[in-house]
């Protein structure tokens, strides 16, 4: 007697939750209009438009010495960039979930400032800190270090504005984690360094591959910034977005959508790399 | 003296967690710091392992000034209330994490870390999970892996925070015996933490019983059961019946009737005063035996376990009295509820003052 009856009721309460037919319909139909119009639409065109005049035509677009130039900017930046920002997050996380100090409120506040403000902004801040115009730049360009107009600019502009990505990925990670683990290999004479290669790390490494991937996809992609602290040097400080513009705006679009297809390839791979992590994520979530 | 605390205190915002702490702990003894949560156990053994550390006060291991020692060099065994074992290490991993973190020139061969590991998994008979993770493991399990990578090292103390409160009762006992054949057999100078008054009288060799960041009472479980210090220990080793009164001319009230008062409280002037009896000190009969007892009914009848627990509301008494009769007494008295019964107070212990607990 209790079996159908509870099996009953399940049914019931299923049905009551979930929302009539006609809305299901609406809102998936919706969903992938959206879908259809801002993400599978554009992204046709950018291929649409980067074969038009076919392969040869794309190859020799995508492998002229500006944009292979270009290509090695983007790629070189992001080298630099990821790893040091890595390394910046990690330690803004320790100390912002492991210590306890003054201004740590405000210095986690903070820390989400790169993506409160425009991009364009953040990069007129380096031209104006460290532009050849600037006491400290004037002083920089007397020993021969070029900043603004050159790839430090670029790489430190980049730097400014992917620099939450890992930290944020990091800290409510390390904050939902016990400092248990870690007094414990103290207790058992564990030096610093063995505790956090060993234990801390461990621990950890997924959410910071993750932090990685966003931060390489931004460092790839980022235009604003970068914009205004490049120059724009065909062959020596464009980067791939501002390659893309320029021949854009060259009336050149062929050629300016097939390097965009590049930007493409390394943003769909980035979001292959998210999935696959995420799918790691939860099967050792589930794990512990 | 294998653990010796000198003048220990602790100031956190707000309040004082421990004051003045004096103790000191013969090697080889298995100690239980007992007290009710928030009382500064668990900082007082946080501080012994270096893992917090205290503003004023000394500690010395086995005859060495250890106060300003990085619990890296303390050489101490902590054992934490939820196990905290490395997740990402096996079993095997866990065990010889403490050993392979040693410098080069004091790390034990590859071969002597494994039988090690394998002799301390054998002790703590957990030598079949060698390969398993933490996840893969039941409490009980965890909590004994964790007291093997605990020993690991040698440790000159053994300090463990509340090792089986995050486990359920059955496994709970199991372990507590398990330990203490364990220390028998290793007699490393331990230190537990609880609020479990049972765990503590079972286990313990002394027991120190902690309130309000001070050490109430020491001795042995015997002594502290049968002569709490005062109200706060007596109350809290055990369930009691409390009744509030006045101490007068050499009398103590008791609900409306009066009984002597105890010897060093019999010249005091008049002053309120605190009577506990623990449930199993009281008498219950169907006929009344002296001119002392006094008239009870039951009200309500519970199991437990061996015992059989009654309530009752007695005659010039405001509260109910707890009272817990052997299983037998209770089937030959044939007791039933609303039944009248004589009630007699076998043990009493007053103590004069309003003592809050």
Known sequence: ?288 | MGIELQNISKQFTGYTALDNINLSIATGDLIALLGPSGCGKTTLLRIIAGLESADSGKIILEGKDTTNLSPREKNVGFVFQHYALFRRLNVFENVAFGLKVLERSKRPSKSEINDRVEHLLKLVQMEWAIKRYPSQLSGGQRQRVALARALAVNPKVLLLDEPFSALDAKVRQELRRWLRKLHEEIHVTSIFVTHDQEEALELADRIVVINKGRIEQQGSPQEVYDHPANAFVYNFLGNVNVFHGRIKEGMVSLGEHLVDAPDELKNVDEKPSQTFVRPHEIGISKIRSSETDVIGTIREIRLLGGQIGLNLSCEGFEHPIEAEVPRELYLNLQLSKGDKVFVSFNRVKVFSGDYEI
């Open chain 1, 1 to 288: 007697m209790l079996k159908p009856e509870t099996s009953t009721t399940t049914t019931a309460v299923k049905r009551r939750v979930s929302d009539p037919l006609w809305v299901r319909i609406v809102l998936i139909s919706l969903t992938f209009l959206f879908f259809v119009f801002f993400i599978f639409l554009p992204l046709g065109m950018v291929f649409a438009q980067a074969f038009q005049k076919g392969w040869a035509f794309y190859l020799e677009c995508i492998t002229e010495p500006y944009a292979i130039k270009a290509l090695q900017l983007t790629l070189t930046t992001v080298a630099i960039v990821v790893p040091l920002n890595a390394l910046f997050g990690l330690s803004a996380a320790w100390a912002i979930t492991k210590f306890n100090f003054r201004g740590k409120a405000t210095l986690k506040t903070l820390l989400d400032l790169p993506f409160a403000v425009s991009p364009v902004i953040a990069g007129l801040i380096f031209v104006l800190l460290v532009g050849s115009r600037t006491p400290f730049g004037g002083w920089l360009g007397e020993h021969g270090i070029k900043i603004i107009f050159s790839t430090p600019g670029i790489i430190i502009a980049t730097l400014f504005v992917t620099f939450p990505f890992i930290a944020r990925e990091l800290i409510p990670l390390m904050e939902a984690q016990s400092r248990d683990e870690e007094e414990a290999a103290l207790t058992l004479g564990a030096k610093g360094w063995q505790i956090f290669s060993k234990i801390t790390l461990p621990n950890i490494r997924w959410g910071l591959l993750y932090g990685m991937i966003l931060c390489s996809a931004r460092s790839i992609g980022e235009f604003g910034a970068v914009s205004v602290v490049s120059g724009h040097i065909r062959g020596q400080t464009n980067t791939v977005p501002l390659h893309v513009e320029i021949l854009y705006s060259e009336y050149n679009f062929t050629a300016s959508f097939a390097v965009a297809s590049i930007l493409v390839f390394l943003a769909l791979l980035t979001v292959v790399g998210k999935v696959s992590l995420e799918k790691h994520f939860q099967k050792h979530s589930l794990e512990n």
